[in-house]
């Protein structure tokens, strides 16, 4: 296959960016998207040019590392797909690909298509977390939980946390990323104790990142890798306005 | 009341601000096609129920300030919602494939702009009557006749019935966004909820452009 490439080149996180065009041919079908950017790499080194900088890690599609818009799409055209797990199958001899980093102002690009997702981290310590007793292992099943539950739980649990939802959404928001997070913890009997606070303080640290607002278009849905329902939207939702109204404010006074 | 300031600076609560507000406004949206229809009843249904809305005035103002306060809120969460979600994206995409997202959903501040634009207009044409000059002339109750003269121009009845369709689209987003805002979610129920919004904002569609249509059509007397 032979490819013409579009990809954002920036130097570092002060310095402008702007596309460069790259020729590449001899490029595999069988390739993973990062192999056909590899090869594109190794091409430039030989040529003594600055090879372009991914964030890549597990290439199995679970670490939540790779990233990349992909011809104006997350994690490229195929749906339930991280990049790594993208194969070059899914592109035609002679395509233009245009490759560009997360956009958002809470991810800023640091290197060419690498951005800084650590606001995504942020939001994590703010809330995402359970309190558990040290000492003895416990019982395994000594927490009755109903199986409807579990699945629930762990379908949110699904998220690699890669950001795909913020690049998608028109308003660069993270409430699917959130919602996921708060439901995982808020379903299950060990994420009680913190329930409410928990929602208030991701929220809150959500906005303090500068994520925007969700109008429920469900571009994030459509774009997870994980396929994350927004019905976890509507229970953060739930989740935060309960916690608002009634009693999280006394939860956050007390610690 | 500390509770309270955090609830509506978060986005989250922003946006139920916008939910409430609009789900208040919907409200009065459905009562007022119900009243709209009586036209099609004839001139003295509609002007009595005219005279009849005045005899209530203390409840009228009432709902209107209620109206009032509800549709400022809604204009004003959905200002600074949108400001930042522009700040949240400095830098747009070269590309984006947006084929997935409705375009209801992405026109919501489009829509919402043309019928502010638009709700002034009517406030100004039939609440305080100040565009026709032939308005004068007529009895303070005789609604039927105010349409007659309006919508006769043909002009004027396509400006109506152009608004209401992007009220329409306005709404078909709007509602089932509302439910899904205020957690309102449900698997027994998420499918009707996903119908709610493009029916109830076709049946208001349907009913409010059928006033101006049949006028300019001159099917009614």
């Known amino acids: ?255 | 009341m500390n509770w309270v300031g955090r609830l509506l600076t978060s986005s989250v609560g922003c946006k139920v601000l916008m939910a409430v507000t609009g789900a208040i406004m919907l409200f009065f949206l459905l009562g007022h096609v119900a009243g709209n229809l009586l036209v099609f009843a004839g001139a003295d249904v509609i002007n009595a129920y005219a005279r009849g809305l005045r005899d209530y005035l203390p409840l009228l103002w009432l709902l209107r300030a209620g109206l009032l306060i509800s549709f400022v809120l809604h204009v004003i969460a959905a200002i600074r919602l949108t400001r930042l979600s522009r700040r949240a994206r400095p830098v747009a995409y070269q590309k984006q494939d947006l084929s997935g997202v409705s375009l209801n959903s992405r026109t919501m501040v489009l829509s919402g702009l043309v019928l502010l634009a638009f709700i002034i207009y009517h406030l100004a044409h039939l609440t305080f009557r100040l565009t026709h000059p032939a308005f004068a002339s007529l009895d303070d109750y005789d609604v039927y006749s105010m349409l007659q003269i309006s919508f006769q121009q043909p002009l004027l009845a396509f400006t109506y019935i152009i608004s209401v369709a992007l009220l329409m689209m306005h709404l078909s987003h709007g509602i089932t966004s509302l439910f899904q805002t205020l957690g309102l979610n449900h698997t027994q129920y998420n499918g009707l909820i996903r119908c709610l919004g493009p029916a109830l904002g076709l049946l208001l569609g349907l009913g409010f452009s059928s006033v101006p249509l049949a006028i300019m059509l001159r099917l009614l007397p």
């Open chain 1, 1 to 255: 296959m032979k490819l013409r490439l579009k990809i954002w080149r920036q130097k570092s996180q002060d310095s402008d960016g702007a596309f460069e065009n790259y020729e590449l041919d001899g490029v595999s079908s069988g390739m993973s998207f990062l192999e056909m950017l590899d090869f594109l790499n190794e091409r430039l080194v030989s040529e003594g040019r600055e090879p372009v900088a991914f964030d890549h890690d597990c290439r199995e599609g679970i670490c939540g590392a790779c990233s990349l818009m992909i011809n104006g799409a997350a994690h490229g055209p195929q749906q339930e797909v991280t990049t790594c797990q993208l194969h070059m199958r899914a592109f035609r001899d002679g395509d233009e690909i245009c490759i560009e980093p997360w956009r958002s102002a809470a991810f800023p690009v640091l290197k060419d298509l690498i951005t800084d997702r650590s606001a995504l981290d942020r939001v994590m310590q703010a809330g995402g977390f359970v309190s558990v007793s040290t000492g003895g292992v416990p019982d395994a099943n000594t927490i009755p939980v109903s199986k409807n539950l579990a699945d629930l739980a762990m379908d949110a649990a699904a998220c690699i946390g890669c950001g795909a939802c913020v690049a998608a959404c028109k308003n660069s928001s993270a409430m699917l990323f959130v919602s996921a997070k708060v439901s995982q913890l808020s379903l299950l009997p060990q994420g009680q104790p913190e329930r409410g606070r928990r929602a208030l303080r991701m929220v809150g640290q959500m906005d303090k990142e500068g994520f925007g607002h969700c109008t429920n278009t469900s571009a994030c849905e459509a774009a997870c890798p994980k396929h994350i329902s927004v019905s976890h939207i509507a229970r953060l939702n739930r989740e935060y306005l309960k916690a608002s109204l009634c009693g999280g404010e006394e939860e956050l006074l007390s610690d």
